[in-house]
C-alpha cells in the first residue's frame, strides 16, 4: 500500500471531514478551481492562515473563463445590479482578485 505523503515527506493519513451546505460547497468548489490546487492543499492552506498562491495554469484559465461566463449570464439577466446575490458578488471577487494576481506576476 503506497503511503499518501505531502511534499516534505510526511505521511498524510488523517482524515478531517465536516458538513457544509450545498452553496458553500458550490463557492468552495469554485475557489479551488480559481486556486489551481487540489481541494485538499487548498483547504490546509486556508485554515492554517498560510498564503494561498495561484499558479496559473491552462486548467486556471479554462476555469477562470468557464467562471467568468456564468458571471456573464447572471449579470446579464440582473437588471441594473438590483437584487444580487451575495454568492454572486463572492464568486466575482474571488475571480477579479485571482485575476489581478495573475497580471502582477
Known amino acids: 500500500m503506497d503511503k499518501n505523503v505531502d511534499k516534505k515527506g ?3 493519513n488523517v482524515i478531517v ?3 457544509m451546505s450545498p452553496e458553500e460547497r458550490d463557492d ?3 475557489r479551488v478551481k480559481l486556486s ?3 481541494k485538499q492543499d487548498y483547504v490546509i492552506k486556508h485554515l492554517l492562515e498560510r498564503e494561498v498562491i495561484v499558479i496559473p495554469s ?3 484559465y479554462k476555469a477562470m473563463r468557464e467562471q467568468m461566463t456564468e458571471i456573464l449570464s447572471e449579470l446579464k439577466r ?3 445590479g438590483k437584487n444580487v446575490d451575495g454568492d454572486l458578488l463572492a ?3 474571488t475571480v477579479a482578485k485571482t485575476y ?3 497580471q502582477e506576476k
Open 100 to 102: 489581478n494576481g495573475l
Open 28 to 30: 468552495l468548489n469554485v
Open 91 to 93: 464568486v466575482i471577487e
Open 10 to 12: 510526511r505521511w498524510r
Open 36 to 38: 489551481g490546487l487540489t
Open 58 to 60: 491552462s486548467r486556471l
Open 78 to 80: 440582473i437588471e441594473n
Open 17 to 19: 471531514s465536516f458538513r
